[in-house]
């Protein structure tokens, strides 16, 4: 939740208030919303609390920031500057040939990259705690997160299948 507030504090700021010291500010602190993340739940399982699927899920949204988090922001200040400065819409993604083809498995590689980084974590997780017996509501997060993987698949596979003609 911090992370969608500073992200909107720092673009109002920069773009609708006109303060850009001020948005550059708190859109550097964007970031820092995953540290205080890894440490709370860090911290909190490692005092002796029981592990539960909220701790899972900080890991799984932690795996999902750190790929995508950057990303996130740069598509939002584009989507500020557009509405605040007049800046000029990027070009759209192809929607067919060997480009859509790269793009999709691209995109599929990105949450490839993001499920290992939060496997890792709640792997991770799982160890501190002292295994999967008392990790085993950490280890949930991996049903969904393998789901989604493997769902997402039919996206860059029908692409290359059927990557149509490229326009233009």
């Known amino acids: 939740m911090l992370f969608w507030v500073l992200l909107a504090g720092g673009l ?16 550097a602190c964007v ?3 995953d ?18 699927v909220w701790h899972g899920l900080s890991a799984a949204y932690l795996g999902l920031t750190v790929v995508y988090g950057h990303r996130t922001v740069r598509w939002a200040d584009a989507g500020f500057a557009r509405r605040f400065g007049a800046a000029v819409p990027p070009p759209r993604p192809a929607p067919h040939g060997r480009a859509a083809v790269v793009d ?40 969904p997160l393998t789901k989604i993987l493997i769902y997402s698949l039919i996206w860059p596979l029908a692409t290359t299948l059927r990557p149509g003609r490229a326009t233009g």
């Open 12 to 27: 109002a700021a920069r773009y609708a208030a006109g303060r850009r010291t001020l948005g550059a500010v708190l859109l």
């Open 31 to 33: 970031p820092l919303t």
């Open 35 to 52: 540290l205080v993340l890894l440490g709370a739940t860090v911290l909190s399982v490692r005092d002796g609390a029981e592990p539960t």
């Open 104 to 143: 999709a498995w691209t995109s599929w590689l990105r949450f490839l990259l993001a499920y290992a980084v939060s496997a890792g974590m709640i792997f991770g997780l799982v160890a501190l705690v002292g295994g999967p017996d008392r990790g085993a509501p950490l280890l949930v997060w991996l049903n």
